[in-house]
């Protein structure tokens, strides 16, 4: 259990292609590991998150579906083609 008297540092959000440097394992193992991190910290906080925990939470998530992205885009093999299979662009702004 995090000590709330520790202040934490905010884990960065990437970009697309911070991602696409990584081969197909090591994007779904990230994915993976990100959306695991996330729900022990959200599971593990109690009732109120610190606002450094909330940022790392909600970053894990952001990277976590930037890193399936750029997979599944990979595996469609072509951003036309995703997105005919449902993959959209990512919104205008990132959590900054």
Same mark, same amino acid.
């Given at each position: 259990?995090?000590?709330?008297?520790?202040?934490? %540092? =905010?884990?960065?959000?990437?970009?697309?292609?911070?991602?696409?440097?990584?081969?197909?394992?090591?994007?779904?193992?990230? +994915?993976?590991?990100?959306?695991?991190? +996330?729900?022990?910290?959200?599971?593990?906080?109690?009732?109120?998150?610190?606002?450094?925990?909330?940022?790392?939470? +909600?970053?894990?998530? +952001?990277?976590?579906?930037?890193?399936? =992205?750029?997979?599944?885009? =990979?595996?469609?093999?072509?951003?036309? %083609?995703?997105?005919?299979?449902?993959?959209?662009?990512?919104?205008?702004?990132?959590?900054?």
């Amino acid at each position: 259990m995090i000590n709330n008297s520790q202040e934490l %540092e =905010r884990q960065p959000v990437y970009d697309q292609a911070y991602f696409e440097q990584f081969d197909d394992l090591t994007l779904a193992a990230m +994915a993976y590991n990100l959306t695991d991190d +996330a729900f022990d910290e959200l599971t593990h906080q109690g009732q109120h998150l610190s606002d450094a925990s909330a940022w790392n939470l +909600a970053t894990s998530i +952001a990277n976590a579906n930037m890193a399936m =992205r750029v997979l599944v885009i =990979r595996m469609a093999g072509s951003p036309a %083609e995703a997105a005919s299979e449902g993959v959209q662009p990512p919104f205008g702004s990132t959590l900054q």
